[in-house]
């Protein structure tokens, strides 16, 4: 794992922000798997910056997100296909059919899991995946668990993640128990890996992902296995390493 240390967030999010950018300038058909949260949000600004500067060029790049709520419409406003459409795909030049989030609104979860796996596997996988991480070590939403995921799976929320993502819903009750998110194997199969964490809240979690045991009880454990792992992470949130 690269480990690179920035002063604060904005620093952590140029700092993502330039490394997808390299991404799609040598590559202009990059597949880039995207994340939601609140950490990858000033790196999708600074990216509509440079779009809008010109100065990368989304027409041809093609986009996988982790993971979305079972039971949401692509059209509710606590969707992820919202979010993205709203953080980042409305406002850069990219065309929307190659944009691509798991379908919450299927209510057969081994039906949408089967869809989003063949999807995957016909693009042939990212060539670079883009993190947050849960403040229970959780990637995507592969909770804590016996074993790694494989295959893209349909997961019940921790009481842990219901309350740390209820901040964004009127209550704790309108959190989706319920979610289909991409498995391990297909983050691993990410010819690079751009993990990044903000604030104090995470250090606990990206010091077990570093340094930790490799173990499905911390998700983000694995990635220690992945041969091109970059962390940006401000020194809040390696303040445990
Ligand atoms: C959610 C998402 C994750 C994200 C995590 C952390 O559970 N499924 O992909 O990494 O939250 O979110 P935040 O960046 O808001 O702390």
Same mark, same amino acid.
Do not use: W
């Given at each position: ?19 997808i ?13 995207l ?12 990216l ?16 996988y ?6 039971g ?11 979010f ?10 990219i065309?929307? #059919?190659? *944009?691509? /989030?798991?379908?919450? &609104?299927?209510? +057969?979860?081994?039906? $949408? ?47 842990s ?28 199969? #990410?010819? *690079?890996? /751009?993990?990044?964490? &903000?604030?104090a +809240?995470?250090?606990? $979690? ?36």
């Amino acid at each position: 794992m690269r480990v690179i240390k920035t002063a604060n967030y904005e620093e952590m999010s140029t700092h993502v922000a330039n490394l997808i950018a390299a991404e799609i300038l040598l590559n202009p058909r990059a597949k880039l798997g995207l994340a939601t949260g609140s950490t990858p949000i000033g790196a999708y600004q600074t990216l509509i910056e440079y779009n809008q500067k010109h100065l990368i060029n989304f027409s041809q790049v093609s986009t996988y997100n982790l993971d979305e709520y079972r039971g949401l419409e692509p059209t509710n406003d606590q969707s992820y296909r919202y979010f993205m459409n709203h953080q980042l795909f409305d406002h850069i030049n990219i065309d929307k #059919a190659n *944009t691509h /989030v798991p379908d919450g &609104s299927n209510p +057969d979860a081994q039906a $949408a899991c089967k869809a989003y796996d063949e999807l995957l596997e016909q693009a042939g996988y990212v060539d670079l995946q883009l993190l947050g991480i849960g403040r229970n070590g959780h990637i995507g939403f592969n909770e804590p668990a016996e074993s790694f995921s494989k295959g893209t799976l349909c997961v019940d929320l921790t009481p842990s993640t219901i309350e740390a993502n209820s901040r964004l819903f009127a209550s704790k009750d309108e959190v989706p128990k319920q979610a289909y998110t991409m498995g391990t194997q297909a983050i691993m199969y #990410a010819k *690079t890996v /751009v993990i990044c964490a &903000s604030g104090a +809240d995470k250090a606990d $979690a990206v010091a077990s992902m570093i340094a930790g045991p490799i173990t499905p009880e911390c998700p983000a454990s694995i990635l220690q296995l992945h041969p091109n792992t970059i962390v940006v992470a401000d020194k809040e949130a390696l303040a445990n390493c």
